[in-house]
């Protein structure tokens, strides 16, 4: 269920600087690039009906403004008192609280695996916390620690120096309140290798290497060391989804985004993803996203700046 907003943990003058320094950060609408890889800040001057996204693994922390997520029958809140962490690229549908007088101000972190590694391995020997059952994509509330390094980080990615020399450290930083905070130990059990969340995540990221290739179900199973029925059943536990509809809603992100991006027509894009049948690709694209693949490329064109690097879109995944 939706998240219960609670009190603000950090005090309004550390909030309103906080969104004072993001608004500088990000001047223009869509995502704005920075000093440090895999760190993006968003802007959103206008609401968001509920669409079709894929959050590849990261970190969203809302500064102003509201999102809500719909992941089956639950409902993930991140605004400026919850943020959001992903472990396993999760297919959902998202809509967006923003105005052009109150902008939505959000930073994406895409998800360093070996960054998060490390940190588990340093916590995990000083017993700091015990993990909790595994989860794909959690909402917490943000506290006064995680806000305070928030605060931190934004004040050194003003100053290119700072970016440069500070702004890992303060990365850093920001990880281990999540690994650490109140869902901290449910974040860690999702991102080990260990067990079948384990086993399901390496499956997702061989999809995500291959989705254009001939993957059938049997194959994955069998690289994961499940039987089909087996394998079946903790992947819907994962992701919500069956491996086939999954599969499908990563080609036709990836096509959305080559179209958008890249400029292709669907035709290109529908092989290029590796569907066989065009006529089967625009059904299965709008039923999907509610539009033809032509019409929701210009809608996204219009409503969305998508920038060209790779790396992490909130609206299609780029893995």
Do not use: W
Not at 119 to 145: H, V, W, Y
Not at 211 to 221: D, K, M, P, T, W
Not at 267 to 291: D, P, T
């Amino acid at each position: 269920m939706e998240g219960r907003l609670t009190g603000s943990n950090c005090d309004d003058g550390s909030r309103q600087l906080t969104i004072a320094l993001l608004e500088k950060l990000a001047p223009r609408e869509g995502y704005n690039l920075t000093a440090l890889e895999g760190i993006r800040l968003l802007r959103s001057n206008r609401p968001l009906s509920r669409t079709p996204v894929l959050y590849d693994p990261g970190i969203v922390i809302v500064c102003q403004g509201r999102k809500r997520g719909f992941f089956g029958d639950r409902v993930y809140l991140y605004d400026e008192r919850h943020y959001l962490a992903v472990s396993v690229p999760v297919p959902f549908t998202m809509e967006t609280e923003a105005s052009a007088e109150k902008p939505l101000l959000a930073i994406y972190m895409h998800l360093d695996f070996k960054l998060a590694a490390d940190l588990m391995l340093q916590i995990d020997e000083r017993n700091d916390s015990e993990r909790t059952k595994p989860a794909g994509m959690i909402s917490s509330p943000i506290d006064q620690q995680l806000g305070a390094s928030v605060l931190r980080f934004l004040q050194a990615l003003s100053r290119p120096q700072e970016a440069e020399i500070l702004g890992p450290a303060l990365v850093r930083e920001i990880y281990f309140r999540v690994l650490t905070g109140e869902q901290g130990g449910s974040m860690r059990s999702a991102l080990t290798t260990q067990g079948q969340f384990g086993k399901i995540s390496r499956a997702l990221r061989r999809i995500h290497a291959s989705f254009s290739e001939g993957l059938n179900i049997e194959q994955l199973a069998s690289e994961a060391g499940m039987s089909t029925p087996t394998f079946h059943s903790h992947f819907k536990a994962v992701t919500n989804t069956s491996p086939i509809q999954y599969l499908k809603s990563i080609r036709l992100h990836q096509a959305r985004l080559l179209m958008v991006r890249n400029g292709m027509t669907a035709a290109a894009a529908c092989n290029e993803v590796g569907y066989e049948s065009a006529s089967q690709f625009s059904r299965e694209f709008k039923r999907l996203f509610g539009l033809s693949p032509a019409e929701e490329a210009k809608r996204m064109k219009a409503n969305f700046s998508i920038p060209p690097a790779h790396g992490g879109s909130e609206y299609v995944s780029s893995h």
